[in-house]
């Protein structure tokens, strides 16, 4: 009896937690740049997906918003988006936390690195009830999250970026263009495989981390040797150089791309990581 009750009670608060998405389009009429990519989208295996031509976020609400969102930008080294385990898939986790979750489908950037931006930028917009379409679904404090590539787009949006997030938190995320340090794929996508030494060290996120640059949480894996941890060490140095809160995870195993994986050894040590994280930094 006790046990079908606990049951019946859990299953209660999964449905309450969990509203039905709603997909929202970034430029609905149409976007200021191009990357100069054409077709359709192309859906690829395990819930991947290529050559976005319609970017959007998906907004997970919670019964109960606690006044808090946060918009996920999946990796894919800058050429696809891991859109399920990078993103999707931690939905309920965070709408049954109280936080509203949004998922980021951005555009390529096949060499112009403006046009992701552009679209993160335009997300944070959205989600901080600055722009059209989103009603019901703002909130007053709005972080940026990504894995790998999609870690070097949300830390873009938290330095370069005009409009900067509340908070970011960052899993393995390509941080500098160094020989030997960096994912050489993920500039060549972002910047083009002619890109210059002055455009790389721009781009190499160490290097623009100003005062104003929003607190920020990295967690990585000792033994990535896609995105070696160097990166996540990088940019917490700089964060530290210039007065900015930040915390750092370095956990022993894992390699690269775990994402909401179960099968990752420090999946529910880094779970409770971020919300510890995220009650610290919004006192």
């Known amino acids: 009896m006790k046990k079908t009750l606990f049951l019946s009670l859990l299953f209660a608060t999964t449905m309450l937690s969990a509203q039905k998405p709603v997909e929202l389009p970034l430029w609905p009429d149409g976007a200021p740049n191009t990357n100069g990519l054409t077709g359709n989208q192309e859906d690829l295996e395990g819930g991947r997906v290529a050559n976005v031509v319609n970017p959007s976020i998906t907004v997970y609400r919670p019964a109960k918003p606690n006044g808090m969102a946060v918009i996920m930008c999946p990796g894919g080294g800058y050429g696809r988006l891991a859109m399920n385990h990078e993103g999707h898939d931690m939905a309920a986790w965070f709408t049954t936390q109280g936080i509203t979750y949004a998922v980021l489908k951005y555009r390529m950037p096949n060499g112009h690195p403006e046009v992701p931006l552009e679209d993160v930028q335009q997300a944070l917009r959205i989600m901080a009830g600055l722009e059209a379409g989103a009603t019901g679904f703002s909130a007053d404090k709005v972080g940026v999250m990504g894995f790998s590539a999609g870690g070097h787009l949300a830390a873009t949006a938290s330095t370069i970026g005009a409009f900067k997030p509340a908070f970011s938190i960052l899993f393995y995320p390509v941080i500098t263009a160094e020989p030997g340090k960096g994912h050489q794929l993920s500039f060549d996508s972002l910047l083009g495989t002619d890109r210059t030494a002055e455009q790389s060290e721009y781009y190499s996120l ?67 990581a971020v919300l510890e994280w995220l009650r610290e930094v919004n006192r």
């Open 206 to 272: 160490q290097n623009r981390v100003t005062e104003a640059t929003p607190p920020t949480l990295l967690l990585h894996s000792d033994d990535d040797t896609g995105v070696p941890a160097v990166n996540s060490a990088l940019y917490y140095e700089a964060l530290k150089a210039h007065g900015v809160k930040a915390s750092m995870h370095i956990y022993p195993t894992g390699e690269h791309g775990w994402g909401f994986h179960t099968n990752f050894p420090y999946h529910e040590v880094w779970k409770a």
